[in-house]
């Protein structure tokens, strides 16, 4: 057992996927700030308000899942080599249309909710009952989040 009475071998794993959301996080988050900086257009105002509300709350997912890698006893990845190599979310750039930005903030959330719903599989079969809340608690938000941004681009 560890530190917080998880199995070791088990936390272990699960933080080899947390360390894969964090990666893919931190590309998501970058993303967004280039579609934040860079949009233009008819919506400019809203898109860029929407963009920015997104990687804010990035930021502070980014700063949770990194101590629950620490708190299940092993170490973030923190270089933007080590993110890259294992993120599922790829980095854009050169977007400043919004059909074309939230386009691609609707593939990221695609790719992170995978994720979080395999890391929330393997938090139960853990009894790892922090990472489960996390998990729970981002996948509903961005459930949300997904029909949202599907609205905006008139997609059921």
Do not use: C
């Amino acid at each position: 057992m560890n530190a917080i009475g998880l199995n070791i071998d088990k936390s272990a794993a699960l933080a080899v996927k947390l360390n894969h959301l964090l990666s893919a996080y931190q590309v998501f988050y970058m993303n967004a700030r280039g579609f934040h900086w860079n949009i233009k257009g008819e919506k400019f105002f809203e898109l860029h308000l929407k963009f920015e509300e997104l990687y804010n709350d990035f930021q502070l997912k980014i700063d949770d899942i990194a101590e629950r890698i620490l708190t299940l006893g092993k170490e973030p990845l923190h270089t933007y080599t080590d993110y890259l190599a294992v993120s599922v979310v790829k980095p854009v750039s050169g977007v400043s249309d919004g059909k074309t930005a939230v386009e691609n903030i609707l593939d990221g959330f695609q790719k992170v909710l995978l994720l979080q719903r395999e890391l929330l599989a393997m938090a139960a079969d853990a009894n790892d009952e922090g990472t489960n809340a996390l998990m729970s608690d981002y996948i509903r938000e961005q459930e949300k989040l997904v029909w949202m941004y599907s609205a905006y681009l008139n997609r059921g």
